[in-house]
């Protein structure tokens, strides 16, 4: 069992940054594989980014969307994922959700893959 608590959203001008941070809890951080998903009014809950292990390495990925302005990171040492979010649109309002998968080497963009969320945190990009 592992509990996320997202946090770092808020109203930000098209052409900013906001660094979203998602504190996990419970079972050892490094044996989930982790993502960020988001859902605008309307809309169904896409994939933003995710990152997994093989052996020892830890590997990402990224929506089209976002490849090139987004980063996701970990820090298994203080149990938080990060998202960077660098030069935001305004399409990248949402709500976005950090979420964990029991299997550390899944690699997944669908959102039933993954076991356990948070509650969300609001990005909003104003024009």
């Known amino acids: 069992q592992v509990q996320l608590v997202e946090s770092g959203g808020g109203l930000v001008q098209a052409g900013g940054s906001l660094r979203l941070s998602c504190a996990a809890s419970?079972?050892?951080?490094?044996?989930?594989?982790m993502g960020w998903f988001r859902q605008a009014p309307g809309k169904e809950r896409e994939f933003v980014a995710t990152?997994?292990?093989?052996?020892?390495?830890?590997?990402?990925d990224y929506a089209d969307s976002v490849k090139g302005r987004f980063t996701i990171t970990r820090d298994s040492a203080k149990n938080t994922l990060y998202l960077q979010m660098n030069n935001l649109k305004l399409e990248d309002t949402a709500m976005y959700y950090c979420?964990?998968?029991?299997?550390?080497?899944?690699?997944?963009?669908?959102?039933?893959?993954?076991?356990?969320w948070g509650q969300g945190t609001q990005v909003t990009v104003s024009s």
């Open positions: 990152t997994w292990i093989s052996t020892t390495t830890y590997y990402r």
């Open positions: 979420a964990a998968a029991q299997n550390p080497n899944l690699k997944s963009t669908i959102a039933s893959a993954y076991n356990y």
């Open positions: 419970g079972r050892t951080f490094s044996r989930y594989a």
